[in-house]
C-alpha cells in the first residue's frame, strides 16, 4: 500500500511540475479604470398595494475585477407605511 501512494504522490508532484502555466481570462493587458451607473425602476407589492420604486447605484470599476459603489431607492407613488 505504501508503494501505491508514494507512486501516486510521484506521479501527482511530475503532473504538477510539468503543467502548462495558467492563462488568466483578462491577460497581460494594462489595467482599465471606469465608472458605472445603473439607473433603476422597480415595481412590487407593500402592503397589498403596487408600489414603484426609483433608484440606482453609481461606482467605479477596479481592473474590471473590483466594483465599488452606491445605490439606493425612493418610494415613487404614496403608500402610507
Same mark, same amino acid.
Given at each position: 500500500? =505504501?508503494?501505491?501512494?508514494?507512486?501516486? /504522490?510521484?506521479?501527482?508532484?511530475? !503532473?504538477? $511540475? &510539468?503543467?502548462?502555466?495558467?492563462?488568466?481570462?483578462?491577460? =497581460?493587458?494594462?489595467?482599465?479604470?471606469? /465608472?458605472?451607473?445603473?439607473?433603476? !425602476?422597480? $415595481? &412590487?407589492?407593500?402592503?397589498?398595494?403596487?408600489?414603484?420604486?426609483?433608484?440606482?447605484?453609481?461606482?467605479?470599476?477596479?481592473?474590471?475585477?473590483?466594483?465599488?459603489?452606491?445605490?439606493?431607492?425612493?418610494?415613487?407613488?404614496?403608500?402610507?407605511?
Amino acid at each position: 500500500m =505504501k508503494v501505491i501512494m508514494s507512486g501516486l /504522490a510521484l506521479l501527482g508532484l511530475v !503532473l504538477i $511540475i &510539468t503543467a502548462a502555466p495558467v492563462e488568466s481570462l483578462v491577460g =497581460k493587458q494594462q489595467e482599465t479604470y471606469g /465608472a458605472f451607473i445603473r439607473p433603476e !425602476l422597480k $415595481i &412590487t407589492p407593500i402592503k397589498s398595494k403596487t408600489a414603484e420604486l426609483f433608484g440606482g447605484a453609481l461606482g467605479t470599476v477596479v481592473g474590471r475585477t473590483l466594483y465599488l459603489g452606491l445605490g439606493g431607492y425612493g418610494l415613487v407613488n404614496s403608500i402610507s407605511a
